[in-house]
């Protein structure tokens, strides 16, 4: 933290999730307002949506839906759970969530990165488009659906139908695949996958501690990219 | 056996084709069973379908009194987004353009949309694929779709936008998602999207992050947070169950609510949804209306109806109905040029012929309009086609004005079923308004 930075605290249960937004919104790069400690969550949705500052939020307590929802720059930290869509359409910073996450995590997201310290329920990445998802625990069903771009990796197990109809997005699992969804197979892992699985590694502060092949890569069999009716029953 | 006493021919029957299997079925089984695959198709719903032509206004007479064209005022300013928003959308006239996509339309296109629109005092919609340069710059209103693919989308985009709009469905196919083929993918698109270029693009039918209407509250309150309570949010839905759709997007939040019936055009959906799924745009006005009145909501919420708006009369009616404004799309596509009889020979080249070419997916438009393809955009002006767009809107809004002034309204909101009769049994009991020359509602009151 730089010698300038001030912190700033904020009590939802005495503060609105519109008041503290208002007051994250007007932060500018730059500001030395740069630490802000949010206490009382208590489930309370749309916590630091929206941010675009290089400021930290800090969280105690769960928050519902949409923590972090398109963010750019900041760093959010969420000492608890989180519900649906933490990180939806992110497009920079952090988020990071310590306990479990809901469905949609990182849902569309098309940058930044998202840690889940838990597991993370159905529809994990859902539409990624550039975003890195770290999950320590497992990922519910259909994870992956539809992902375009970027990277989901699952030091845990995977549910049903991971990475249905996929286009370019890689999915690193360690543990079990219940099933692959339409046009999801399993592909090969190359030195430069294990290097960018490395990356990830230290964006989740892990690297050294696991062994990246120890983990399968899935992806794209890009038999779906153009509607043909020989492919009739996948659709 | 002499020749006189040859008994005559039999006569035969003139050769009769079937109602049922008429040219355009037998036709169809026969491209099916060539392909094996369904036909594709822009537009809407083509089948003829009870519509505003259906309606009749009354006039002013006894009991009414009318008001002086060109001379006493009839206005036609609308103000959108008045429940919640901070910064509500105020237009000077009551037609919106629906949302189209740039990827579906070229860049120029959505300029000349945006020139044309802007010159009238009215909006723009982008749609799936997010905003273009060419759209933001020269619209002075421009709605910004959030759609269930989230195509291009990003907070600083979102920021931009005049207002919002979560489209839950669309009246050419409720319950359907899209499907942009590999050709309009260029490398524009493919970048904006996300995408490899040249691939089947698929666009989700269900919105990734919420289901159903209580989380589309959370939604709201989100795309609110985001943009500190400014803009105006819409709810978009396919005309299916307007009623229940209306409530539960006024449950949901909504500050304006967007119905849009069967008629009402996409870029490329299969054929037997379009014709078979969803209903008219009169069958659904009155119902969302009566939803906004249950809640005590109406002219608080408001309501755009879409879907085979053509001219200043369906204009009047859809406004007589309770709505507040109404969107078009084909029609706006036709005003810049699309299906225009000077590319009849391309048309027929292509197998169809100008006033029927839909095939917008295949991006190889004559026009110049739904395509990607550098040399066929340059045939569009956006200049020229932005000018005749304004034009357009110009006169249907002469037009709404001269019926509105023939009925007393020195407003066009001030027009009423009570304005309105129906031609046919279908038309009164859809519009709840009288059979013409009866004072019978079907399903209400009066007899024959």
Not at chain 2, 408 to 416: A, F, I, P, Q, T
Request: some cysteine.
């Amino acid at each position: 933290m730089n010698a300038g930075t001030q912190s700033h605290a904020v009590d939802l249960s005495n503060s609105t999730v519109r008041e503290l937004n208002t007051a994250l919104h007007a932060l500018k790069a730059g500001s030395n307002a740069s630490l802000w400690r949010v206490t009382n969550p208590g489930g309370l949705h749309a916590i630091a949506a929206g941010l675009d500052a290089p400021i930290t939020v800090e969280v105690d307590g769960p928050v519902g839906y949409y923590c972090g929802g398109m963010n750019k720059q900041a760093t959010v930290l969420v000492k608890g759970s989180a519900g649906v869509g933490v990180a939806e359409n992110m497009m920079s910073g952090l988020v990071e969530v310590e306990g479990d996450a809901s469905q949609a995590a990182g849902a569309t997201a098309h940058g930044g990165t998202l840690i889940i310290g838990g597991n993370a329920a159905a529809r994990c990445g859902i539409s990624m488009k550039g975003i890195d998802i770290v999950v320590k625990g497992s990922v519910g069903h259909m994870s992956a659906f539809m992902a375009q771009a970027g990277t989901l990796t699952v030091f845990g197990d995977a549910g049903e139908a991971l990475g249905d109809s996929i286009y370019e997005a890689r999915l690193y699992v360690r543990g079990s695949v219940k099933s692959l969804g339409a046009d999801c197979i399993e592909k090969e892992m190359r030195d430069e996958h294990k290097a960018q699985l490395f990356e990830r590694f230290k964006l989740a502060g892990v690297e050294g501690q696991i062994d990246p092949s120890e983990f399968k890569r899935y992806g794209s069999a890009r038999t779906l990219y153009h509607f043909h009716v020989d492919n009739a029953s996948a659709y | 056996m002499n020749e006189h006493m040859k008994p005559p021919a039999a006569p035969r029957t003139l050769p009769r084709e079937s109602a049922t299997f008429d040219a355009y079925t037998l036709s169809e089984i026969r491209r099916a069973a060539a392909t094996g695959i369904y036909d594709i198709r822009g537009a809407g719903a083509k089948r003829k379908l009870p519509h505003f032509d259906d309606l009749l206004f009354l006039g002013a007479s006894m009991s009414r009194y009318p008001l002086e064209g060109y001379r006493e005022k009839c206005s036609t300013e609308v103000v959108l987004g008045t429940r919640f928003a901070k910064k509500p959308i105020e237009l000077k006239i009551p037609i919106t353009i629906a949302g189209m996509s740039f990827g579906s339309l070229s860049g120029p296109a959505k300029e000349a949309l945006g020139r044309g629109a802007s010159a009238m005092g009215t909006s723009t919609t982008t749609g799936d694929g997010g905003m273009t340069q060419e759209e933001r710059g020269h619209s002075t209103k421009l709605v910004y779709q959030y759609l269930p693919s989230r195509y291009g989308m990003n907070p600083d985009d979102i920021r931009k936008a005049d207002a919002i709009e979560v489209v839950v469905g669309q009246g050419a196919k409720p319950g359907g998602g899209g499907m942009l083929l590999g050709q309009k993918i260029s490398p524009r698109v493919a970048k904006m999207r996300t995408l490899p270029e040249g691939i089947d693009q698929r666009s989700a039918c269900r919105h990734p992050d919420w289901t159903g209407p209580d989380d589309l509250e959370i939604k709201i309150e989100e795309l609110r947070e985001i943009t500190d309570w400014e803009k105006p949010i819409y709810v978009k839905v396919g005309a299916a169950r307007p009623y229940y759709d209306t409530a539960l997007a006024v449950k949901a939040g909504a500050d304006v609510v967007v119905v849009d019936g069967m008629q009402g055009g996409t870029a490329a959906t299969q054929e037997v949804f379009i014709e078979n799924v969803g209903i008219p745009t009169l069958a659904a006005v009155r119902q969302a209306v009566k939803a906004l009145q249950d809640l005590g909501m109406h002219r608080k919420v408001q309501l755009i109806v879409s879907g085979g708006i053509r001219n200043g009369a369906d204009v009047a009616k859809a406004l007589a109905l309770g709505a507040d404004a109404v969107a078009i799309g084909t029609a706006a596509l036709i005003a810049l040029g699309d299906n225009d009889p000077q590319w009849e020979g391309e048309y027929e080249k292509l197998g169809t012929r100008a006033g029927a070419y839909d095939d917008w997916h295949e991006g190889r438009d004559p026009a110049g309009i739904t395509t990607q393809d550098p040399e066929l955009m340059k045939r569009l002006d956006p200049v020229l086609a932005g000018r005749r767009l304004a034009n357009y809107l110009a006169v249907m809004t002469l037009e709404a004005q001269t019926i509105a002034r023939a009925c007393g309204k020195s407003h066009v909101h001030n027009l009423e079923p009570e304005d309105l009769v129906a031609l046919t049994i279908e038309a009164a009991a859809m519009a709840q308004v009288p059979l013409a020359g009866t004072d019978w509602i079907p399903g209400q009151t009066g007899r024959f």
